[in-house]
């Protein structure tokens, strides 16, 4: 597995080893050992999510306050452009963000930590997003930040649509970086 830093020395892009012939190609998703190996991180997975999203769809950008969620997220169809934001109000990265494109073509996975704001932008006609979780959901303690907040000013590839993001009523009613809630 190789490892790709971000401009937040705390998320990564992980490329795992493709093996592959005219027949298809094989890959192993997650190993615990590879993945503390690679990262220097030991973390337990305790939930296996997977979405399914439309062209246009953005969703996010969600945390929990409590109950913090580490996400290791993949797209196994489709093409989607992925986003963390640090929350952390301590850390030297506070308010930043990074992105990456997620593809089945370029079978990358994106590690965001406890403490960062998650949200994706599907770019092909639909997308098969799979991510594994530190922690539960809990619907109690969710947040969201407006994922436009001018703030924070995330790039999204907006140009690749064909319409304007189609947002859910939780995250048309997001907060802006200035109100939202922060980890301490």
């Given at each position: 597995m190789k490892v790709i830093p971000t401009t937040i020395p705390d998320v990564l892009i992980l490329e795992p080893t493709v093996f592959?012939?005219?027949?298809?190609?094989?890959?192993?998703?997650?190993?615990?050992r590879t993945f503390a190996?690679?990262?220097?991180?030991?973390?337990?997975?305790?939930?296996?999510?997977?979405?399914?999203?439309?062209?246009?769809?953005l969703r996010g950008l969600h945390?929990?306050?409590?109950?913090?969620?580490?996400?290791?997220?993949?797209?196994v169809k489709g093409r989607v452009f992925?986003?963390?934001?640090?929350?952390?109000?301590?850390?030297?990265?506070?308010?930043?963000?990074?992105?990456?494109?997620l593809?089945?073509?370029?079978q990358r996975m994106f590690w965001v930590p406890e403490?960062?704001?998650h949200g994706f932008l599907?770019?092909?006609?639909?997308?098969?997003?799979?991510?594994?979780?530190?922690?539960?959901?809990?619907?109690t303690h969710d947040c969201a930040l407006l994922w436009n907040d001018k703030d924070i000013a995330i790039d999204w590839p907006l140009h690749e649509l064909k319409t304007p993001?189609?947002?859910?009523?939780?995250?048309?009613?997001?907060?802006?970086f200035s109100q939202a809630k922060v980890f301490p």
């Open positions: 592959g012939d005219a027949r298809g190609f094989f890959l192993e998703s997650f190993n615990a190996e690679a990262t220097g991180l030991e973390r337990q997975f305790v939930q296996d999510n997977h979405s399914r999203s439309q062209h246009a769809v945390y929990q306050l409590q109950q913090t969620q580490g996400k290791l997220v993949r797209v992925d986003v963390a934001v640090d929350m952390r109000q301590q850390s030297a990265t506070f308010g930043q963000w990074a992105g990456v494109e593809s089945e073509e370029n403490g960062f704001a599907v770019l092909s006609d639909s997308a098969d997003f799979l991510y594994k979780t530190t922690d539960y959901y809990a619907p993001p189609q947002l859910s009523a939780k995250d048309q009613q997001a907060l802006p």
